[in-house]
């Protein structure tokens, strides 16, 4: 009798990976810093490389029907998030201003109304108590904060738990990223089953050293925003569309990028449901602001986000390039002049990638992604791990995701610029991330174009 998978023993090989994986996660969590870079970029690589070994046999059976769940897999995966937990984020800053947003709710202060910098000055909020070292830590104390409800809601809870200790508040907030992580591993595994697909596909997700770094390590809450948007989808699968509202509207205030989405789901399902659907979604997200919201409130955080996209510069592709031949052609960065232009081309672009109803649901969602990635003036790493997980239904037979797999190993070539003060870009790192991951893509997509399946698309 042959036993199923998830029941044989592992292999030496197998425990020889779990080992120096874990030994490399530890490394990165507890004993390397951002300006580090040739220690971070080799550790990263050697977790790239035995993360390769365990998928590589996954992007060849991604039809197979009769997988079961390696339970290796899924131990090894929860293993290496739990090593991190009591780790302080080396690579990322955001977590100072979460604690910073959670502190200030906690006294009844609502972090959307005062800047940091007011704050610290005194005067504008006479309660307020701020603790200048953790002022210290934050990246952006000029601007107000831009993080939606549900986040604000993770961020109090944090503070609640440890008002005063850092690491403490740390913790508090990895706890609900690792179980949102764990929980997008189980949806993964029960969406792909019920499309016939080998539920091992996860792992492309779960094992990423993109995904665990990014998420649990730095303490980056696309962790709950993907899980929330995978619960949407496995309630709208299983026709419980209120529900899937609600799990859609606590991912957008979560991180707002679900909005995205709503035009893909107006296609599929028709204009009608779709737009009574999104409707639904849109009042929910704003009963969620309700206690944080007056008009002031909506433009300090809407003026943020605004100057994030015109301000902040970092990682970007297709923008860099526009912005060099605004400087060799008219001497000065043109985005002032384009930026509205550029805005108006990519929200065009994502909808006519939605109403492209000839290819699959699942390849839309990725494509939107990737060009929104592509047109974006910042690029973050933790910014690619809503692409990771969309890859892992788009992946078959046909359709390769070769360029995602490799712009999650590049994308950490980025941290290059965190080795000297003030921040500096290396344009040949540049160079080599994005001539690779759009060299890859346009084999990607001309191989799926050609190889395509003619018959109805799969549904979602």
Not at 81 to 94: Q, V
Not at 297 to 304: H, P, Q, R, V
Not at 406 to 413: A, P, R
């Amino acid at each position: 009798m042959t036993l199923p998978s998830s029941f044989i023993v592992p292999s030496a090989t197998r425990w020889g990976w779990l080992l120096l994986s874990a030994c490399l996660y530890m490394l990165l969590g507890y004993a390397t810093l951002r300006e580090q870079f040739p220690m971070m970029i080799g550790l990263y690589a050697l977790l790239m490389w035995g993360y390769s070994l365990r998928i590589r046999p996954l992007l060849h059976l991604a039809d197979d029907q009769t997988a079961a769940p390696d339970r290796f897999l899924i131990g090894s995966a929860v293993i290496f998030r739990l090593l991190l937990l009591l780790a302080l984020p080396a690579f990322s800053d955001d977590y100072a201003r979460f604690i910073w947003d959670g502190r200030l709710l906690l006294q009844g202060i609502n972090p959307f109304r005062y800047l940091p910098v007011e704050l610290m000055a005194g005067g504008v909020a006479p309660a307020a108590h701020v603790d200048p070292a953790l002022y210290q830590r934050l990246n952006s104390p000029n601007y107000h904060t831009v993080y939606p409800p549900a986040n604000q809601l993770f961020f109090t809870l944090a503070a609640w738990v440890a008002p005063t200790h850092v690491l403490g508040s740390v913790v508090a907030l990895r706890l609900p990223i690792l179980l949102a992580d764990i929980g997008t591993l189980w949806l993964m595994m029960k969406l792909l089953v019920r499309h016939k697909r080998n539920p091992n596909l996860a792992f492309l997700y779960a094992l990423n050293p993109l995904i665990i770094l990014e998420l649990t390590g730095n303490v980056h809450f696309e962790a709950v925003m993907i899980f929330f948007t995978l619960l949407a989808v496995y309630f709208w699968q299983t026709h419980k569309q209120v529900l899937s509202a609600v799990a859609l509207a606590l991912a957008v205030t979560t991180k707002l990028l679900p909005l995205i989405a709503l035009p893909l789901v107006i296609s599929h399902a028709g204009w009608r449901p779709g737009l009574r659907y999104s409707l639904l979604v849109l009042s929910l997200v704003g009963v969620l602001f309700v206690p944080f919201l007056d008009l002031s409130l909506l433009l300090n955080m809407l003026e943020s986000i605004d100057l994030y996209f015109r301000k902040f510069e970092f990682n970007a592709s297709i923008y860099y390039l526009i912005r060099e031949g605004g400087f060799w052609l008219a001497g000065y960065n043109i985005l002032g002049r384009v930026g509205l232009w550029l805005s108006l081309l990519t929200t065009a672009g994502l909808l006519s990638i939605a109403f492209a109803r000839r290819f699959p649901i699942q390849v839309r969602m990725l494509w939107m992604l990737t060009l929104y990635l592509a047109m974006a003036t910042t690029v973050h790493p933790w910014y690619l791990t809503s692409l990771v997980a969309a890859a892992v239904f788009a992946l078959s037979s046909t359709f390769a995701i070769r360029y995602m797999l490799v712009w999650s190993g590049l994308i950490w070539l980025s941290y290059s610029a965190y080795r000297t003060n003030p921040v500096q870009e290396d344009a040949l790192l540049l160079l080599i991330e994005y001539g690779l991951v759009a060299m890859l893509f346009v084999i990607d997509t001309r191989h799926y174009l050609t190889n395509r399946p003619t018959h109805a698309q799969t549904p979602a």
